[in-house]
């Protein structure tokens, strides 16, 4: 690790005061920076501990929910009413990481937590984009089994490794922002990037802004889950993973979020399944239409070419299994 | 401030690059606690913090300020085990015993986390009030402590002869 000087904070508005020197980095839970800085990945010089700012969980005025950014991820799974009216984010947090790790792990630092493609950490020894932008990327034709099949680009070919963010992007989360010049909100869907030509640059998030809080909408009416597969039961990384909430009216499709989780460099908010299933029929058939219409796009590198059929089947499984519980 | 180690007081670390589990093995020489993977993997380096597990190897000393941390140290002395490592002695719960004060500093914060009912990915009722500690829940609330002798069976009977239904 490269010396730094570590500072502990009590607002926001001293957070963002210190975020803002050049060489900053906010630490949460130390989860994924603290193995970073170990790496020599990143390199801060000074860490301004932010675990102290508002970890509050609590209803707002719409009837939606707020989480404060410091809250931890046992915390928001373990509350009273994520586990009643948001049943999928819970789910979503307890698939992910061991009971340890979500201990420590904080609700902005999941969001800002940094690919796991094994290019990315070898620093001595693989060229990647994303750590050094222009040295080329080694996973494209690497070993590239957990890599992206959707949204990918010549230059970066990584997957965000979140399954909190899944379900947040299913349920139309909002991530709220400060900076010096102010406060902004930004919908989940828009946080994360596709790594274009910029594969260095995982969010929106300004050099400096904080994120204080992440907000949720009045919870939808239908059932939801989330499926995550992996190639051990418990405690690994997604291969791809499913958060959905769906209604179904008089054997029709009222209402679906659908997100998807390890097949890009962001969540992937399933827009095109969604378009081609509301109001239509609930049918096993209508799912795999669905699931067809959302990976047309979708394009497979050497290893990974099995998460396409993968996610299709996923997807119609997930949905078969909710409408199930909800046919008249 | 201090860290409150096994209810000694200790002035954190001048340098903050000095993680937790640094400051109890090579300052403190609080060598129960172990490094396994030193990224999160293995969960050799588990303690307790406030009555939370937490993965020393992550921690950096400096940010646990003014909290309580409980090593396994703190739990147990020969002659004087905690009920939990009596359990792991009596079932088998390890061979070389590398693992091992992870594995019941593991146990006890998960125990604590069970009741209080925080669910887990295998829990069929997301609001159940109180969690029935089967084998299938610990070793789906274990699953972050690896034990390369694959001792799992022995430490399952540990875990549910103190903590599970048949002990409350
Ligand atoms: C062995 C292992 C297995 C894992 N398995 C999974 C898994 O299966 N599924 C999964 O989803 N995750 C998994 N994780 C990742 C884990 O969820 C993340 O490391 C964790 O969520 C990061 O949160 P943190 O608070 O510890 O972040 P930190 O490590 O403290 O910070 C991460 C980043 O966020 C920034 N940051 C933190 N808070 C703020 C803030 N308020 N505003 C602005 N920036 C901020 C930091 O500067 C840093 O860049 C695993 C991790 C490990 C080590
Ligand atoms: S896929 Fe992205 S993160 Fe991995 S080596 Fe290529 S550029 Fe780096
Ligand atoms: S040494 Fe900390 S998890 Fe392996
Ligand atoms: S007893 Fe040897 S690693 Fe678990």
Known sequence: MTPFAFSRVASADEAVRLGALPGAKYLGGGTNLVDLMRETLERPTSVVDVTGLSSDIGETDDGGLSLGAAARNTAVAEHRLVRRRYPLLSRAILSGASGQIRNMATVGGNLLQRTRCAYFYDDDGARCNKRAPGQGCDAVGGFNRIHAVLGASEACVATHPSDMCVALTALDAQVHLRGQDGGRTVPMVDFHRLPEDRPEIDTVLRPGELITHVSLPPPLAGRSAYRKVRDRASFAFALISIGAVLTVEDDRVADVRLALGGVAHKPWRAFKAEAALRGGPATEAAFGAAAEAELADARPLEHNAFKIELAKRTMVAVLGELAKGQAS | ?168
């Open chain 2, 1 to 168: 401030m201090a860290i409150l180690i096994n209810a000694q007081a200790v002035s954190a670390p001048d340098d903050p690059r000095v993680s937790l589990l640094d400051l109890l093995r090579e300052q403190l020489h609080l060598t129960g606690t172990k490094k396994g993977c030193n990224q999160g993997a293995c969960g050799a380096c588990t303690v307790l913090v406030d009555g939370e597990r937490v993965l020393s190897c992550l921690a950096l000393a400096v940010q646990y300020d003014g909290r309580q941390v409980t090593t396994v140290e703190g739990l147990g002395a020969p002659g004087d085990l905690h009920p939990l490592q009596a359990a792991f002695v009596e079932h088998d719960g390890f061979q070389c015993g590398y693992c091992t004060p992870g594995q019941i500093c593991s146990a006890i914060g998960m125990a604590a986390e069970a009741r209080r009912g925080v669910p887990s990915h295998v829990s069929p009722d997301l609001e159940a009030d109180a969690v029935d500690l089967t084998a299938e829940e610990v070793r789906e609330r274990m699953s972050g402590n690896l034990c390369r002798c694959g001792a799992y069976n022995g430490i399952v009977a540990s875990i549910q002869e103190i903590f599970g239904e048949a002990a409350q």
